[in-house]
């Protein structure tokens, strides 16, 4: 018989460099999960994207084990990257903080696409430069 989940919880940390301080602690303490097996767990399947944020979905069960799901890094932190800034632009329309190539955004969108909600490449890679938009980010050689 399936284990009954008690709750799922949803939280960001960073790649190979998790703790047990906020936001990780508190959120795992309050379900009694153990905290020092999820961080070892944790880090170990993330330590190549070494201080990169990643989303993870954590599943406690009744019994107080747990299951955790990593999700792609969020498509602003990998744009970020890619243009090489530390955030994005306060006006968007008007002050261009950064640009990456259309190259950089495929990448993008493959990297991310198993977790967006397109049903092609091409898809993906407009959601991608909607967001690097909205940053103020310059699309360079070939606009998508």
Known sequence: M???VIVKI???AKGGQAT???PVGPALGQHGVNIGQFVSQFNERTKQLNGTIVPVVITVYRD???TFEVKSPPAS???KQAAEIAKGS???NKEKVGNVTAEQIR???ETKFKDLNAHSLEQAEKIISGTARSMG???ASGQL
């Open 2 to 4: 399936a284990k009954e």
């Open 10 to 12: 949803k939280l960001q």
């Open 20 to 22: 047990p301080a906020p």
């Open 64 to 66: 107080k084990s747990f």
């Open 77 to 79: 932190v990998l744009l």
């Open 90 to 92: 306060g006006v968007p």
């Open 107 to 109: 990448k993008i969108a």
């Open 137 to 139: 980010i310059d699309i």
